[in-house]
Structures are given as C-alpha cells and as structure tokens.
C-alpha cells in the first residue's frame, strides 16, 4: 500500500533517447511534484500540478514535459537525453489547502537516472 | 544562489547522546519550515516542521528551534539512536497566503551517523 510509487527505479539510457518516469500516489492529494536531486545532492524542484494544472514550472530544459492524466498520477517525459540529465528524481504528493499553512509533501522512493 | 544552506555535511554522534543539526536560510518570506529524513535508496519521509509564528516545536525525541532574527533553525535528536543515522534535509517555504505554490526550498543535507 505504497503512497507515493515510482516506475522505474532504475534507468539507463543512451544520450539522444526519450524516456518517461510515472508517478502514483493513492492519498487522495491534489497537488503533485517532480524534484531532481543532482550529483550535489542538492533536491531542486521543478513541476508542480494542481488538480491537473501546472502551478510550478522552474527554469527546467523544454525537454522535459510533465503530463498529468489525472490527479493521482504525474508522469515525467523527458525528451533527448543529456549526460548532464543523470540524477535521481522523485515525485512527491501534498494536500494543499487555500489559506493553511504549507502541507506536508510525501515523496516517492526516486527513479535513479543514468544517461551514458 | 542557494536560499537554505546546510553547512555541516556530516554529523557523528555516540548512540543515547543528543544530535544537534543545524540550517541556515537567507530568504525572509520563508515562515514555514520543516525536517525530512532520508535512508538511502528512499525517497524523504516528513520529520518534523515548524510555523514561524513558533519558536519551538517538539514531537517525541524530535524538537526543532527556530531563530527568525538569526534566519537559523536547528533539529535536535534526543536521545539519538542507532536507526536515526540518515541524510536529514531542511526546507523552506513561503506561507500560502502571499501566493505561495508549495514550492519546498531544500539543503543540502547533513549525513548523521548515530553510533552504538
């Protein structure tokens, strides 16, 4: 009964290629988000969806593309792999109430990427 | 321009002692705060938070202190256990109110190593 589950864990590609990581979370939440923790272990967002919506958007490469079906997953489409794209990336879910403070967020166990 | 620093990356305590871990951020709009405990090949788990309204916020052998003026907060682990060693993140946010997305500004981390 994971909360927050990721596919895959682990991920090894070739520079050039396309590839996507999903993302589920069976909390009810509305909100969800994509960080990337780099070789620094610095852990950076990057999207943000809100019922759907995009609501966060860092100065993230185009290449990447979040696409949210429904508000139980956010899955992370990234096109044409660079070396510089290796890290780990973990998706995580919050209930986000208007006028409370910041909701807990709940992470994935991350999707270790590998870019050769 | 990193807005939470973490500025010790490793930490060694003697099991039964008190691990204190320290955070600094740079970023006045930030009023909420929290903890996360990672072990590795895991995503962060949600340890502790602390509202900037509060200077203090304890939750069993976990009490977080907050020093706005000094824009430091520190965790302190109480008495430390051998299943506490984990990399421990600290985060920022800015409060719902003024527009804020729940964007989580995170450290770097700091490795604790509790020994038996």
């Known amino acids: 009964d994971t909360a927050v589950s990721q596919t895959p864990k682990y991920l090894v590609t070739q520079m050039g290629n396309d590839k996507s990581i999903k993302c589920e979370q069976n909390?009810?939440?509305?909100?969800m988000y994509w960080y990337k923790q780099d070789s620094k272990k610095f852990l950076k967002i990057m999207f943000s969806?809100?019922?759907?919506?995009?609501?966060i958007n860092e100065t993230v490469p185009n290449r990447f593309s979040p696409k949210s079906p429904d508000k139980a997953h956010l899955n992370l489409h990234i096109n044409s792999l660079e070396l510089g794209d290796s890290a780990v990336y973990f998706c995580?879910?919050?209930?986000?109430?208007?006028?409370?403070?910041?909701?807990?967020?709940?992470f994935g166990p991350g999707t270790r990427l590998t870019v050769l | 321009d990193q807005q939470v620093k973490q500025n010790s990356p490793s930490l060694s305590v003697q099991e039964g002692r008190i691990s204190i871990l320290n955070c600094d951020y740079t970023?006045?709009?930030?009023?909420?705060f929290l903890w996360y405990k990672k072990y590795p090949a895991e995503g962060p788990t949600f340890l502790i938070s602390?509202?900037?309204?509060?200077d203090k916020n304890e939750d069993g052998r976990f009490t977080v202190f907050l020093n706005k003026s000094a824009k430091h907060l520190s965790l302190h682990i109480v008495p430390s256990q051998p299943g506490d060693s984990a990399v421990y993140f600290c985060?920022?946010?800015?409060?719902?109110?003024?527009?804020?997305?729940?964007?989580?500004?995170f450290g770097q981390g700091t490795t604790l190593q509790v020994k038996p």
């Open positions: 909390l009810g939440h509305d909100t």
């Open positions: 602390i509202s900037s309204i509060k």
């Open positions: 985060a920022a946010s800015p409060e719902h109110g003024s527009g804020n997305t729940g964007k989580l500004i």
């Open positions: 969806y809100n019922n759907k919506e995009l609501i």
């Open positions: 970023n006045s709009m930030f009023d909420y």
């Open positions: 995580a879910s919050s209930q986000r109430t208007s006028g409370s403070s910041t909701d807990t967020q709940y």
